[in-house]
């Protein structure tokens, strides 16, 4: 199958609304802040739209992908400059980032993947050897 047919077919999957669940992330969330994140997925052009709420107060986030294409630049909910590249890697999406903080250049990935039917999403950070894993579950009728 080739890369764009396996984006036609995802597309679908990945587009919804999505709210954090903290008890099933790793380790869990504790306290009020909710995450809320806007998927949209057209052709390669992959659009998140992401919502935070709580201690820091209210925080918003656009940033637009293109899967497998060049280095998306931006700046994250916490103020940081993020560079990052999505690729699709089979029924995966999977970024490639590095954090601007402070001077310091903090490489990571992530990768996300659906699970439950598709009805839950869950996001798997790899940083300096540390693993967490935030799940976010689809709100109905979206």
Do not use: C
């Amino acid at each position: 199958m080739t890369a764009w047919l396996a984006v036609f077919l995802a597309a679908g999957s990945w587009q919804g609304h999505w709210v954090q669940n903290n008890q099933r992330s790793v380790p869990p969330r504790h306290g009020s802040s909710a995450l809320r994140m806007d998927v949209e997925l057209n052709g390669s052009v992959l659009k998140v739209h992401m919502e935070s709420k709580g201690g820091r107060g209210d925080r918003k986030l656009d940033v637009k992908y293109e899967l497998g294409g060049p280095e998306t630049v931006y700046t994250g909910l916490d103020g940081d400059e993020f560079h990052a590249q999505a690729k699709l890697a089979g029924d995966e999406i999977v970024f490639t980032v590095v954090e601007h903080e402070d001077g310091k250049l903090i490489p990571y990935t992530e990768t996300w993947t659906l699970m439950d039917s598709g009805e839950s999403l869950q996001r798997v950070k790899l940083s300096g050897g540390k693993k967490t894993t935030t799940v976010l579950e689809r709100i109905p009728n979206s």
